[in-house]
């Protein structure tokens, strides 16, 4: 427990800035992925990209977004939270340039899959870790409204995105595109401050976050104790706790999780593809992402302020955790149901389904790890980012190929669900047979007991 005066993150005051910055950093970025088969549709079918191949580009995005984010956390200390944000803008903004020229499969691998690959990763770690450094009780309330936010955006990009592919050639959409990620990344990394200049005096007895390190501290115990402390390379690394997998709870943990999240991210594209092969008008494809991005508003919003109820972490040791799982098996219900659409309507209500769950996974995926492992957050976030690429690398072109070989897009989300059901029924039933312990003990409480 802290003493009479602790300093602790606002949980409010300029964290909201950082919640504006987030949106300004991820807000067009992520909306490549709904967008992906309409914006870059032309040009699969100017290159005659099968449908393996272009689940291959997705995929070869969610693995290089996920490689990069064990990076995240330990560059973020030793830099700033803005030097990697700046990172992330630049990355976009060529990933997208090179995309613009591309003139093959493999130049979309690089330039999509790759670069811009790896500066969404930099950026979507970045924002959790900087939006958990400044909130606490009010975590998911911050993350709601960040992650809502660029669903605002989601409202009104469809139907740019469809005036643009009307009047310009790709390669135009694409730079015009670049710029405006230009842009707002970079306005969004000025906003970002250490939390340090913003930490406030609390005189009653909090619990103290173990997760909260001063990055001066951070600095200081990485020179003392790593041999190779001029090498920025061998900080990054000794900054990183390996030992997390030797520990089967987390790995269980990591590959359910990722699992799921990776059902999530492929299964966004589905919808303007499913769409497509149901004979829909651009018309109405865009129409559906914009509802989609409507729902999204209010969904992220009100799982946000779900997850922080106090009444939920009275029943539930890992509210967080619960409303993951909860959320996982009814996306797995709603592909299903989505298998089974045939007309527009039938379309938009499982879509606005699927927000829901989608929302649940999103929000509460990091924050899995912040319950399960508070002493390792950002350690245990950036290594889980390691079985995201192994099952983004097989299950995207997997879901792909089932796809091409069957001649529908059923066979694609019958996978997809099945995985993400019985990863689900596995993760309960081993919180249900693991030996219940007592919550460990942070540092700090570890080391008054010892004096």
């Known amino acids: 427990m802290g003493s009479a005066k602790t300093m602790a993150p606002p949980d409010g005051g300029y964290g909201w800035v950082i919640v504006l910055a987030t949106f300004l950093q991820f807000a067009l970025g992520s909306q490549l992925m709904p967008l992906f088969a309409v914006l870059f549709g032309p040009k699969f079918e100017e290159i005659g990209a099968s449908s393996t191949e272009i689940y291959s580009v997705y995929s070869t995005f969610i693995v290089f977004w996920n490689l990069v984010s064990i990076f995240v956390g330990p560059l973020g200390e030793l830099q700033s939270e803005r030097f990697v944000a700046v990172c992330a803008t630049g990355l976009q903004v060529v990933g997208l340039i090179i995309c613009a020229f591309s003139t093959s499969i493999i130049h979309l691998v690089f330039g999509f899959g790759v670069v811009w690959g790896c500066g969404m990763g930099l950026s979507n770690t970045n924002n959790i870790i900087i939006l958990n450094k400044y909130f606490k009780s009010k975590v998911g309330l911050a993350l709601g409204l960040a992650i809502s936010s660029v669903s605002i955006i989601g409202l009104v990009q469809p139907q740019v995105v469809k005036i643009l592919l009307e009047n310009f050639i790709f390669e135009y959409v694409l730079i015009i595109y670049a710029g405006m990620t230009l842009i707002s990344g970079l306005v969004g990394a000025l906003l970002m401050h250490p939390v340090t200049r913003h930490l406030v005096t609390i005189k009653e007895e909090i619990e103290e976050d173990p997760f909260l390190m001063i990055r001066e501290e951070v600095k200081e115990k990485t020179k003392k104790e790593s041999s190779c402390s001029n090498w ?220």
């Open 232 to 451: 920025a390379v061998c900080q990054i690394f000794s900054l990183i706790e390996w030992s997390l997998l030797k520990d089967p709870y987390f790995l269980i943990i990591a590959v359910a999780n990722a699992i799921c999240f990776t059902v999530l991210l492929v299964q966004l594209p589905q919808i303007s593809i499913i769409a497509k092969d149901l004979n829909f008008s651009l018309d109405q494809r865009a129409n559906l992402i914009s509802i989609l991005s409507a729902v999204d508003i209010i969904s992220r919003i009100g799982q946000g302020f779900v997850g922080d109820l106090s009444c939920l972490a009275k029943v539930f040791k890992h509210p967080k955790k619960f409303l993951f799982t909860l959320s996982s098996i009814c996306l797995a219900g709603t592909m299903t149901a989505m298998a089974f659409t045939q007309t527009f309507i039938q379309m938009i209500f499982v879509v606005c389904l699927t927000s829901i769950c989608n929302a649940g996974i999103m929000l509460n995926s990091s924050q899995v790890y912040r319950e399960c492992f508070p002493d390792q957050f950002s350690s245990a976030l950036g290594l889980a980012s390691f079985f995201r690429a192994l099952f983004a690398l097989t299950m995207g072109p997997l879901a792909g190929f089932l796809k091409g070989y069957f001649h529908d897009f059923r066979a694609s989300l019958f996978f997809l669900a099945t995985s993400s059901f019985l990863c689900m029924i596995v993760w309960i039933l081993v919180d249900f047979c693991r030996p219940k312990k007592d919550k460990p003990r942070s540092d700090t409480e570890s080391a008054k007991v010892k004096d």
